[in-house]
């Protein structure tokens, strides 16, 4: 009987252990099946999150493929302004380089403009002094035509004279002889 009892404790024993065990599995069951439930709601909950999502990005897709045309418009349009912009910076640089050029021969235009009219005014004045001495010339001319004419008057007499004198001479010299 006491073996009996023994075994009867340990087999209460065992229930009860079997019995906490059970209660233990079914509070482990209660919190796998609440887990569950929460872990089905929280993947019901992001399934819809993802299909807002999805749905979002399908309606983002067109947006996105724009603005990426956009983008490669914009790029190409900033290439092309580069390039125009190298284009107008060589040319600036060119036309720089002829405006110095262009700048160095209107000063020595300038140079040549100011001796050309350093000579015109020294052969306007030389001009004007040959004029003076011309005028001058004349006048002592038409003071001297008188003079030349009464000279000339003179001259002719005193050959007329001459002559006369030379066939008096002549005359006279026939005659002593």
């Not at 009987?1 to 252990?17: I, L, N, T």
């Not at 290439?79 to 110095?100: G, H, Y």
């Not at 038409?142 to 000279?151: E, G, M, R, S, V």
């Amino acid at each position: 009987a006491v073996d009996a009892r023994a075994k009867a404790a340990k087999c209460a024993s065992q229930a009860e252990a079997a019995d906490e065990r059970a209660r233990r599995a079914e509070d482990a069951h209660s919190h796998a099946t609440a887990d569950l439930q929460r872990a089905r709601n929280e993947r019901n909950v992001a399934q819809e999150h993802a299909a807002t999502l999805a749905s979002e990005i399908e309606v983002l897709k067109p947006q996105l493929a724009a603005t990426e045309e956009k983008l490669k418009a914009s790029t190409a349009r900033v290439e092309s302004a580069e390039r125009e912009l190298r284009a107008m910076t060589s040319s600036k640089e060119t036309l720089d380089a002829k405006v110095t050029k262009l700048s160095e021969s209107v000063r020595e235009a300038e140079q040549k403009i100011t001796k050309i009219t350093e000579r015109a005014n020294a052969s306007e004045l030389e001009s004007t002094r040959l004029n003076a001495e011309l005028i001058a010339t004349r006048a002592s001319k038409d003071a001297l035509d008188p003079k030349l004419t009464k000279l000339g008057s003179e001259l002719a007499d005193a050959r007329a004279e001459a002559r006369t004198l030379k066939h008096d001479k002549e005359r006279l010299e026939n005659e002593i002889t």
